[in-house]
């Protein structure tokens, strides 16, 4: 059974702390109240009493899920818990559900969850559980290529729908190392700039480093942004990013790398400013190199809610 408290059930069903709470005690919405006192209300009950009432819960149109499924869903979100909707998160990639993954994706959008956050705590870990399955055998190569599929289009999808901060004048090009073809990463950390307020030139996956290095040349951004998860041909690699790194420096411009396997590279070797392992981590860095305000920080879980 998922319970909520007085400040999640508000902040569902948009509404005040104390209005929540005259409703328990006139007796509209059912509550137990725990032996400190405080008020404790079921997912369900909350949800029948919003239909009954006419009213929404906040986020919008809930994704087409089972009763139970929505309970884990909102029970996950409300208590910061996104290893309960990374697993929902999985089941809709495979089953190649375009539709309910785009709702889905959308839904933990308008509840003001950080998009890095999204990237990083619910994305990946769906991901990473997909590799993981692939590479025991028990997932085929095709179930594999659906559910990333799927997720990049609800990614594609989802982008008008983010809030974006007004421009800040700077420029950066994400691309994918030559022979790279993980770009969902990288696609995250183009969207999470976007919102900062910088113009990105998504260059995408698979990008020869000559390519790159006249690209950015051409184009002087502020950032280049680069994702790496493969490291067989470490030589080709490190002497592609040596050919970047000397067009990206000609205009005074910064280089962060990124990805699954980006850490085991040195930032001398790669001749990169920062190497992230997260979107979170590379925002950090990119704020605090650009000089640039940081947006709201998301409120850490209170003990009642963990
Ligand atoms: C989906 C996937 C694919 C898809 C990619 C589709 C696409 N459009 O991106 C496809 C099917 C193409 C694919 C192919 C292959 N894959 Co693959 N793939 C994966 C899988 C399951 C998920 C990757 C992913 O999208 N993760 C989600 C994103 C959000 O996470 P992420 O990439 O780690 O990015 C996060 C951070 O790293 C960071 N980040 C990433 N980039 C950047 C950039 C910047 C600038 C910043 C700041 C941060 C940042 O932020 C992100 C959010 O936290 C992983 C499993 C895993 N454990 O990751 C294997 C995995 C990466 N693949 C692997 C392999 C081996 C392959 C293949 C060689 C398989 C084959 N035999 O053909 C090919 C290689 C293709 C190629 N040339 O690149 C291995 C890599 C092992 C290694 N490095 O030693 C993995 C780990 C699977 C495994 N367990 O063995 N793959």
């Not at 001749?271 to 920080?297: M, N, Q, W």
Request: net charge neutral; hydrophobic share 40%; aromatic share 6%.
């Amino acid at each position: 059974m998922t319970t909520l408290s007085t400040e999640q059930v508000a902040q569902l069903l948009d509404v005040t702390v104390s209005t929540i709470k005259r409703w328990a005690d006139e007796g509209m919405i059912a509550c137990i109240k725990t032996p400190g006192g405080h008020r404790k209300f079921e997912l369900a009950e909350v949800t029948r009493f919003a239909e009954g009432h006419g009213m929404r819960l906040s986020g919008g149109t809930p994704p087409p899920l089972s009763g139970e499924q929505l309970e884990q869903l909102q029970f996950g979100i409300h208590a910061q818990n996104y290893h309960r909707v990374s697993d929902l998160l999985l089941e809709e990639a495979l089953q190649g559900d375009r539709e309910g993954l785009y709702q889905l994706l959308l839904y933990v959008t308008k509840h003001h969850i950080r998009f890095a956050t999204i990237a990083d705590e619910i994305i990946r870990p769906a991901l990473v559980r997909i590799g993981e399955r692939w590479h025991q055998g028990s997932l085929e190569i095709s179930d594999e290529h659906r559910a990333s599929g799927v997720i990049t289009e609800a990614l594609i999808r989802l982008a008008p729908d983010l809030h974006r901060k007004a421009s800040n004048g700077l420029t950066a090009v994400c691309a994918c190392a030559e022979g790279e073809q993980h770009e969902i990463g990288l696609r995250c950390m183009a969207y999470a700039l976007e919102l900062e307020g910088w113009k990105v030139h998504f260059v995408g996956a698979n990008t020869p480093y000559e390519t790159l290095a006249s690209f950015t040349k051409a184009a002087k951004p502020n950032l280049l942004c680069i994702s790496l998860s493969l490291t067989r041909h470490r030589k080709e690699l490190l002497d592609g990013m040596a050919l970047v790194a000397r067009a990206v420096r000609s205009s005074g411009a910064k280089i962060v790398a990124g990805g699954f396997r980006a850490d085991t590279f040195s930032m001398a070797e790669l001749r990169c400013d920062h190497i992230a392992t997260t979107i979170e981590d590379g925002v950090a860095y990119v704020r605090s190199a650009f000089g640039l305000k940081p947006g709201p920080k998301t409120k850490p879980p209170t003990a009642s809610q963990q």
